[in-house]
C-alpha cells in the first residue's frame, strides 16, 4: 500500500483539492470532518454514531436525524457492504482522472445502514447491485487515499 | 376546485433575449438579463418604479458576483421592495414565480419582475465531460472523479434496476426531443437531423448506462427569460393574463450520495432511496392547487438532462403510473407524431440546457397563445412546466392557463 499522496498536515494548512489542472472544490477537510480524514490515516473508516439512538450515520452528519443530538461520536464501520449504485465512468472528469478511465464509482449500502460514495473496483467482480463489498484504501487520481471497496 | 392560491396572480408580461452559437454578437448573461427584463416591462405596459417584487434564478456561472440579484437590480434601475436570489438548482427558475405569485398576493406590492439568465463561454464545457465539483460533494464524492452524468447514473442504474426500465426506453426519449428540436429555430441540434433508437444506444458510453445522446447538450449561446407577475384584481386590467392556476415545489437533498441518508419523510418513504424524487409533492400540490388533473393537460414540458430523467417525471407528474413510464413512452404516447405535446422546444437532450429552463415556460405561454410558430401545438389551453436541478434534488411544477377557472 503506497503513502497518501497528501498527508493530513497538509490538508490541516488548506491545500486546495485538485486532480490535475481540475479543482475538486473550495472546501477542505475541516473540524467536523478531521476525524475521519484521521481515520483513513490510519487505515479505518470512521462513521458518525448517535449513542442515544444507536444509530450510525453519515460521516459528515453534524446533528442526530431522530433526536437532534449534538454529541455525535465516531465509531469505527466494519468494513463489510453491499452494492447499492454506481456507474462506469468512461467519460472522466479530468486528464488526470482520465489515465484510470474507465472506472467505477456508486454507492455502498454499510452494513451498519449507512450509504456512502466510493469507488468500486471488481476483485474479482463483476460489480452490479447486492454483490458484496470489502473495504480497502488506495491512493485515487486525485491523489487523496481514499475508502474504496472490492467487489465479488 | 382551485385552491385559495390557484389562479389567484398572472403573468401579464413576458420578455426573452436569445442568443446561438453563431452571432457575431456575444450577450453576456447581464446584457441577456437587462434586456429581457426591460421587454417584459414593456410587454407589460407598466413602469419601472411599479417593481414591487424582484425574484432571480441562481446567480449565472458565466457572470458570478457576490449578490447577481443586486447586480442586475443596479441596471435596470427598479427599487423593489421584496428581492432575492431564489436557488434551488434549476427548481428556482419557476420558482421566482412562485414567490412573484406570493408577493403580490401579499397585497404589499403589485408587480413582481422573475428573471432567469445565462450565456455559455469557456468555463462552459461540454455537460458530458465536465467536471462534476459543482454538483457533487467535495470531500465525500469529488475525490472519487465523479461526472455529473455519473452521479445522474447512480439513479439510472436504481431506476433500471427497481423497475425493469431497458435501455431501449431510455433512448426513445432522446429520439422524440430531437424530433421536436429539429422544428424549433433556435434548438442546439436542429442542424442535426433525426436519430433512432439504434442511434442512441450506438453512441459512445459516458456513465454507464447512459450513452452520449442520452445526455442533455448544453444550450450554445445565451438566454435569458423575465417574466412580469400580477394578482388577479390587476391582471384583469391588462390584455391576454397567462393566469398561474397552480404550482409546488419541493427540495430533498444536495448531494446524490446523501440523499440515501435521507429517511423517514413523505415523500421518500421510510427507507432511504434514490427513485422517488419531489417532482411528485411539487406536482400534488400544484393539481390540488388548480383543481385540474393530469388529463387535463394539453401541453407538458419537463426539466430533464439524461434520458431516464423523463421517464421518471412523466410517472411522478401522473401521465402514468410509478415504473411504467418506459412502457408508456414505447407506446407512442410522447411521439411527435400522434402523442402529447412534450418538450416542444426539443429538450434538454436536444434544444440545451440553460439558465434553468425557464424558457420552457416562456414556450409554453407562446404555446397557449398561438405563438409557436412552426411547431404549434394544437388547442393548447392548459400546460404544465416542470423544473428540476441538482442530481434530482429540487423540483418544482407550475400549470398555467389561457382561461381563469371561475
Ligand atoms: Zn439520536
Not at chain 1, 108 to 123: A, K
Request: net charge negative; with cysteine; glycine share 10%.
Amino acid at each position: 500500500m503506497s503513502e497518501p499522496a497528501i498527508k493530513l498536515e497538509d490538508w490541516a494548512q488548506g491545500i486546495p483539492m485538485r486532480a490535475g489542472p481540475v479543482s475538486l472544490g473550495l472546501y477542505q477537510p475541516s473540524p467536523e470532518t478531521m476525524e475521519y480524514w484521521r481515520g483513513i490515516d490510519r487505515r479505518e473508516l470512521m462513521l458518525r454514531h448517535c449513542d442515544h439512538c444507536n444509530r450510525f450515520f453519515h460521516p459528515k452528519r453534524i446533528v442526530c436525524s431522530d433526536c437532534g443530538a449534538s454529541d455525535l461520536t465516531w465509531k469505527p464501520a466494519s468494513g463489510t457492504g453491499k452494492v447499492y449504485s454506481f456507474s462506469e465512468i468512461h467519460r472522466a472528469p479530468s486528464e488526470a482522472f482520465a489515465a484510470g478511465a474507465p472506472y467505477i464509482n456508486g454507492i455502498v449500502r454499510l452494513t451498519e445502514g449507512v450509504h456512502l460514495f466510493t469507488r468500486f473496483i471488481p476483485d474479482p467482480g463483476p460489480v452490479k447491485i447486492d454483490a458484496p463489498a470489502r473495504l480497502d484504501f488506495r491512493v485515487l487520481e486525485s491523489k487523496w487515499m481514499l475508502p474504496v471497496f472490492l467487489v465479488g | 376546485m382551485a385552491s385559495r392560491l390557484g389562479y389567484s396572480a398572472a403573468i401579464v408580461g413576458i420578455g426573452r433575449c436569445m442568443t446561438k452559437r453563431e452571432d457575431a454578437e456575444k450577450l453576456t448573461a447581464l446584457q441577456l438579463g437587462s434586456i429581457s427584463s426591460a421587454n417584459a416591462i414593456k410587454n407589460a405596459g407598466i413602469k419601472r418604479g411599479q417593481i414591487g417584487a424582484f425574484f432571480t434564478g441562481r446567480c449565472p456561472t458565466s457572470y458570478r458576483t457576490l449578490q447577481y440579484n443586486q447586480t442586475l437590480l443596479n441596471e435596470l434601475k427598479i427599487a423593489p421592495v421584496f428581492n432575492t436570489e431564489v436557488t434551488a438548482h434549476g427548481a428556482g427558475a419557476l420558482g421566482t414565480l412562485e414567490l412573484g405569485v406570493l408577493a403580490v398576493n401579499s397585497g404589499l406590492v403589485d408587480y413582481a419582475l422573475c428573471v432567469t439568465n445565462e450565456a455559455s463561454g469557456v468555463w462552459l464545457k461540454d455537460k458530458v465531460g465536465q467536471n462534476a465539483a459543482g454538483e457533487s460533494n467535495p470531500q465525500f464524492e469529488a475525490p472519487f472523479g465523479p461526472t455529473t452524468p455519473s452521479l445522474y447514473a447512480q439513479v439510472a442504474c436504481r431506476y433500471m434496476h427497481e423497475y425493469g426500465a431497458t435501455s431501449e426506453m431510455l433512448a426513445k426519449v432522446a429520439v422524440e426531443n430531437r424530433n421536436w428540436a429539429l422544428t424549433h429555430p433556435y434548438a442546439a441540434m436542429r442542424n442535426r437531423g433525426k436519430i433512432t433508437i439504434d442511434d442512441v444506444l450506438n453512441s459512445r458510453m459516458i456513465a454507464s448506462p447512459l450513452h452520449l445522446l442520452d445526455c442533455a447538450v448544453n444550450y450554445p449561446g445565451g438566454i435569458s427569460t423575465a417574466f412580469i407577475v400580477t394578482r388577479a384584481e390587476l391582471a384583469k386590467n391588462h390584455e391576454n393574463p397567462t393566469w398561474i392556476a397552480g404550482f409546488g415545489q419541493q427540495t430533498t437533498h444536495e448531494w446524490i450520495s446523501e440523499r440515501m441518508g435521507a429517511y423517514d419523510l413523505d415523500v421518500i418513504g421510510h427507507e432511504p432511496n434514490l427513485t422517488n424524487t419531489g417532482c411528485a409533492t411539487a406536482a400534488k400540490q400544484a393539481y390540488e392547487m388548480s383543481g385540474l388533473k393530469p388529463k387535463d393537460i394539453d401541453i407538458v414540458q419537463t426539466s430533464a438532462p439524461f434520458s431516464f430523467v423523463h421517464l421518471m417525471m412523466l410517472e411522478e407528474l401522473g401521465f402514468c403510473k410509478k415504473g411504467e413510464g418506459g412502457a408508456f413512452v414505447m407506446d407512442g404516447n410522447i411521439d411527435f407524431d400522434g402523442g402529447m405535446a412534450f418538450n416542444t422546444m426539443g429538450g434538454y437532450l436536444s434544444f440545451g440546457q440553460m439558465a434553468q429552463g425557464l424558457y420552457n415556460l416562456h414556450e409554453t405561454v407562446d404555446q397557449i397563445w398561438g405563438r409557436a410558430e412552426g411547431r404549434q401545438v394544437p388547442d393548447a389551453d392548459i400546460g404544465l412546466v416542470h423544473g428540476h436541478g441538482g442530481i434530482l434534488a429540487s423540483h418544482s411544477v407550475m400549470i398555467v392557463s389561457r382561461e381563469r377557472a371561475q
